[in-house]
């Protein structure tokens, strides 16, 4: 009777657990995994593992962090510092990335998965070439001469062009950066990551094609404000349910997702 | 938090009304299956524990186990990751409140990617661990509670600290006279 008891509980609770939205998960809103599968799941953001899991599960395109070494090698890396999530010290833009290639995230128990250049990661992902591709480039150098942008920039066209990545788009805090992007590639997309009224009047002002900006931040006005001047908005920080369902019940056109599993569920319901 | 539950165990241990050092019709099932949260599993894991030497101070078990942390790689091909912690432990303590401690190696196989070979890769680890538990469990209840501290090299390389919470069934009542 008691282990009855218990069982029915359990069951009860595991049910209650699964979250049926009432929101309409539309397909006009695509489905960009956050560094791959999100902070919710445990492959570490911009693991080539969790890269590929969220284009294999069906993603329309991923997020991934860009920072460059000091020997100019483009690198999938979220935070300033390694050693907050690896087993390295120090900077990616203050590294050789020979003496870092053998990193790895040393968050999970047993696990360990490695730090991997953009190179690595569309070198084996050649099949996924037509997804979408939210570069986020993280210039966390102190360095802001025009030729260290040069150099940035020409890595990422290089990668780009290199894989013939067909949806790229360059999100970007610096205006400065934002504008050199778009004065030597006049047609590359190119999102603001600013508070939504600065985004705004730098995107209209300057051409730019869109913002990116925490789901917080935003309501069905402020999407429905950006679409009337032909902006397209992406969200991120979306790392619970109901920051997903806020994210398609607004329409927004790009949701960077840290819950890729249950976004792909309610999709496919 | 962690910093908590270790002084929340060592609160336990050296709590007065529990006193180490007598095992008689308390924890003597010679078998036991354990379902384990937040342990060596990580997540979850299920083991068999055998009572391989009652005693009058102590009572000595082996323990196996098997935890899967997912089942789909990242290719997403069914191509499970498989945790298998094997230990010894003593348990000691009368009435309800005992102290567990254990030492074992855990065995890990999971998929990677390889940059080298650019393709899928599989890993295969040894992690020696030792551990210390505040077990509750009533005299002759099938049910008992645990609070644990591991201390694991993780791969023989890095040494970390675990916190787990397990609650397990205890069947095959055969009491140790």
Not at chain 2, 147 to 160: F, G, K, M, P, T
Request: proline share 2%.
């Amino acid at each position: 009777m008691r282990i009855f008891l218990i069982l029915s509980v359990t069951i009860a609770s595991l049910l209650s657990g699964c979250h049926r939205s009432d929101v309409f998960y539309s397909d006009d809103t695509k489905v960009i995994g956050h560094g791959g599968m999100g902070i919710t799941h445990d492959f570490p953001l911009n693991t080539f593992e969790a890269i590929a899991f969220a284009l294999h599960k069906g993603t329309d395109g991923v997020e991934i962090d860009v920072q460059m070494t000091e020997d100019s090698v483009l690198i999938a890396y979220h935070h300033k510092m390694l050693e907050e999530t690896m087993d390295e010290d120090g900077a990616i833009h203050n590294q050789i990335w020979k003496k870092i290639r053998n990193a790895e995230y040393s968050e999970l128990l047993y696990s360990e998965y490695g730090l991997v250049s953009l190179d690595d990661i569309f070198r084996n992902l050649v099949e996924f070439k037509d997804k979408r591709y939210f570069f986020d480039l993280k210039m966390f150098s102190p360095d802001t001469s025009d030729l260290y942008y040069a150099k940035f920039t020409r890595q990422v066209f290089q990668i780009i062009d290199g894989y013939g990545l067909e949806h790229v788009t360059l999100e970007v805090k610096n205006l400065r950066l934002a504008k050199y992007i778009q004065e030597i590639r006049p047609n590359q997309s190119i999102f603001i990551y600013q508070d939504f009224d600065t985004a705004l009047d730098l995107c209209i002002e300057n051409d730019f094609q869109g913002i990116t900006i925490d789901i917080d931040q935003i309501s069905l006005a402020h999407v429905e404000l950006a679409h009337v001047n032909g902006i397209k908005v992406a969200c991120i920080n979306t790392h619970s349910k109901d920051r997903n369902d806020m994210a398609f019940k607004i329409g927004v056109d790009y949701n960077q997702t840290d819950m890729v599993n249950y976004v792909m569920r309610q999709k496919r319901r | 938090m962690k910093k908590y539950l270790h002084y929340l165990v060592i609160v336990l241990l050296l709590h007065p009304s529990v006193s180490w050092g007598q095992t008689r019709d308390t924890v003597n099932f010679k078998h036991s299956i354990q379902i384990e949260g937040l342990g060596l599993g990580r997540y979850g894991s299920l083991s068999y524990r055998r009572m391989i030497k009652p005693g009058e101070v102590a009572n000595f078990y082996l323990k196996g186990g098997v935890s899967m942390i997912r089942v789909l790689n990242y290719e997403n091909k069914f191509k499970p990751d498989i945790i298998v912690p094997i230990m010894a432990e003593v348990v000691l303590g009368k009435k309800s409140h005992h102290l567990e401690l254990s030492a074992g190696q855990v065995f890990i196989t999971y998929s990677t990617f390889s940059v080298a070979k650019g393709g899928e890769d599989r890993e295969k680890e040894f992690s020696p661990v030792l551990g210390a538990a505040y077990l509750y469990q009533r005299p002759y209840g099938r049910w008992h509670h645990r609070l644990i501290i591991y201390s694991i090299l993780d791969d023989y390389e890095l040494q970390r600290k675990w916190i787990g919470a397990s609650t397990a069934y205890n069947f095959n009542f055969k009491r140790k006279k």
